[in-house]
């Protein structure tokens, strides 16, 4: 599903935050990308980036923030959806030709991966994932964009179509000052294991989903 969206200006973008590093290629199972190191110039996070083809401010480019989750994207956990959706994007982008996956390094939505793990104790017990967290006295979402806007500002971009199903993610990066022109829903096969994590995204973080029936 696609849908329009109202976008702001990029004039005013700035990339005073970040510093690029150093660009390479890197050939995939999903086609072959370059790949982007950058750094923040405010704190210890890094960030890598995922494109392909030609970035200009006045094409609209598919683009994904996608927080890191070991778990998903490395381990393969069916606990959740993410390293499936960041396989998903890379695919969508080979097909377009075009676009960016903008990695950073925000664990957990931010609680990092020990308190996630500490969380997923939690929910072995029975707690969902926000419950978990507010458990464990620590914030339900503590990710923050600015600095991938950023990102996606020095490659040369204004206008997006945001692969997400999170809309405080939306909100984020318009404010930052990106222009999104649409967003582009991305859903996954899921399994049994991850169906509780799903709904939880959608009726308590309010994300974009169409939850299958069981």
Do not use: W
């Not at 998903?72 to 396989?87: N, P």
């Amino acid at each position: 599903m696609k849908e329009a969206l109202s976008g702001t200006c990029c004039d005013s973008a700035t990339t005073e935050s970040v510093e690029r590093v150093a660009i390479a290629a890197l050939p995939t199972d999903y086609g072959d990308f370059q790949i982007a190191g950058y750094r923040s110039l405010i704190s210890d996070e890094e960030f890598v980036v995922l494109f392909k083809g030609k970035m200009e401010r006045n094409v609209p480019t598919l683009v994904r923030i996608h927080s890191q989750c070991l778990t998903g994207d490395v381990f393969a956990s069916t606990k959740c959806d993410c390293g499936r959706q960041l396989h998903r994007t890379m695919q969508m982008i080979q097909q377009e030709g075009l676009g960016a996956v903008v990695y950073q390094q925000q664990e957990g939505r931010g609680i990092g991966i020990l308190n996630k793990i500490r969380a997923y104790a939690l929910q072995d017990k029975g707690a969902d994932t926000v419950e978990a967290n507010e458990r464990l006295g620590l914030a339900v979402d503590l990710r923050e964009y600015r600095q991938c806007a950023e990102i996606l500002f020095d490659l040369g971009l204004c206008k997006v179509k945001v692969i997400s199903n999170n809309p405080l993610k939306l909100q984020a990066l318009e404010e930052a000052g990106l222009k999104i022109v649409e967003r582009v829903s991305i859903e996954v096969d899921s399994t049994e294991k991850a169906a509780a994590y799903l709904r939880t995204k959608k009726e308590k973080l309010g994300h974009l989903l169409e939850l299958k029936k069981s």
